[in-house]
């Protein structure tokens, strides 16, 4: 449902009404960043470029790790972030190379390069799957919405560091019993 007086806003190309949810996610499907209502006719691009978080990467304010060497070679690798087609290419963003005709090196970069994007994928689908309010449209307003979704990221991140907990109690408790 739309919010009152808003038009084709939030009219998305799938041909209903959205807010977006623009977000980078760590390995474990944490949250560790958000961006939540932009209009849903608006691309993944655009509200990247818009957003905080992509004028900061664009200018080099953001706060990231310096370059660090990968273990087992003299090769320095950067903080990077990982995005599809829709965002640009970036110093600190990678993106799939475009086209189909790919060589075959391009070809097992961009495949390596969307299993990395699973996560981002995997931690929308545990969200949406953990929270059933997001199996239908919300009939709610804008900002009822909004403090919706930011909720739900919450307490997905909050669950996922307690599955997290757990996971390290019950190693620990074997190892234990196991005199490791």
């Given at each position: 449902m739309a919010p009152p007086k808003s038009g084709s806003r939030f009219h998305n190309y799938k041909g209903t009404f959205s807010i977006i949810l623009l977000a980078c996610v760590d390995a474990n499907y944490k949250f560790v960043l958000v961006d939540i209502g932009a209009e849903g006719h608006n691309s993944d691009g655009g509200v990247f470029k818009n957003s905080i978080f992509g004028q900061?990467?664009?200018?080099g304010t953001l706060d990231?790790?310096?370059?660090?060497?990968?273990?087992?070679?003299?090769k320095m690798l950067p903080f990077l972030f990982i995005g599809y087609e829709?965002?640009?290419?970036?110093?600190?963003?990678?993106?799939?190379?475009?086209?189909?005709?790919l060589s075959k090196d391009k070809g097992i970069f961009n495949y390596r390069l969307s299993r990395a994007r699973r996560c981002v994928e995997n931690a929308f689908g545990i969200m949406a799957s953990r929270f059933g309010i997001f199996r239908k449209p919300l009939v709610s307003s804008l900002e009822t919405s909004t403090f919706t979704v930011a909720a739900a990221v919450c307490l997905h991140n909050f669950i996922k560091s307690a599955?997290?907990?757990?996971?390290l109690w019950i190693l620990r408790i074997t190892c234990h019993l196991m005199d490791i």
């Open positions: 900061n990467l664009e200018k990231l790790p310096c370059p660090a060497e990968i273990p087992g070679t003299t829709a965002f640009p290419l970036k110093s600190n963003l990678m993106r799939s190379y475009p086209g189909v005709a599955e997290e907990d757990i996971a």
